[in-house]
């Protein structure tokens, strides 16, 4: 059951849930008062917490802190809805995951939603024609969160990527609101072909962990990939597949990537 179904929270909302989250934390762990107070108290606003906290972690000699987080303060000028997409994944790991009772967790530390709101930013350098920058924090994405996606790819918002370890996606795969993956999951290319090779995965659909999904496929609305599974055909709207290679085992009950239900009790018989 979501903690708050089908409720709207804006960016302020979501900010003022931060700090008050972040001060109760440092008072009961004041060891972290100082963590929690440069990372969410220290800042006016969620554009600029997020932005330092993602310099601090894609920091590195060739790139220091400060001149990453102006790269993403100008992305994040330029292109606000990219705060409003933060927002969708910060309450979809909040709904979504009953290990997360806190805003603050995927905030600070969840890779998988660090990951894409890095990933966020080169996905703005690439269309601004600044590839070379795009592969870059591609790269250091890859290193500092063990998540690899090109910044061609297209994602949408209220993405829940959980634990994150090993997702690999495509530069011309698409993946649309709403989606719940898990770890080791692969959007991959089939061929050497230019042009359109990596799946689509529609709204609404959850990937188990370690499915493989490869090639120029579709995976339909609010489908459900079974875990460990190598999808090689696309998959209808509301069906269940699984298996090596995957094949249709049950129809989908309810909204899969918001029960985050991996089970295959829905099989045919």
Sequence with gaps: MLKQADAERSAADIWSELRREAEAS?????????????????????????????????????????????????????????????????????????????????????????????YRVANWLWHQGREGLALYFQNRISQEFGVDIHPAAQMGSGIM????????????????????????????????????????????VMLSAGAKILGNICVGRQAKVGAGSVVLASVQPHTTVAGVPAKQVGVTVGQPALDMDQQLDDCCD
């Excluded at 440069?38 to 590195?60: E, M, Q, T, Y």
């Excluded at 649309?176 to 230019?194: A, R």
């Design 26 to 118: 440092g008072a009961a762990e004041p060891c972290l008062a100082s963590y929690y107070h440069g990372a969410i108290l220290n800042h006016a606003n969620l554009p600029d917490s997020l932005s330092f906290l993602l310099a601090s972690k894609l920091d590195s000699h060739t790139l220091p802190a400060m001149i990453v987080r102006e790269v993403i303060a100008e992305a994040y000028a330029d292109e606000p809805a990219m705060i409003a997409a933060a927002v969708r994944d910060i309450c979809a790991y909040y709904d979504r995951d009953p290990a997360c009772d806190q805003y603050l967790m995927p905030f600070l530390y969840f890779k998988g939603f660090q990951s894409l709101q890095a």
């Design 161 to 204: 990527i959980d634990h994150a370890t090993g997702v690999v996606i495509g530069e011309t795969a698409v993946v649309h609101d709403d989606v719940s993956m898990l770890h080791s999951v692969t959007l991959g290319g089939s061929g050497c072909d230019e042009g359109k090779r990596h799946p689509t995965v529609c709204a609404g």
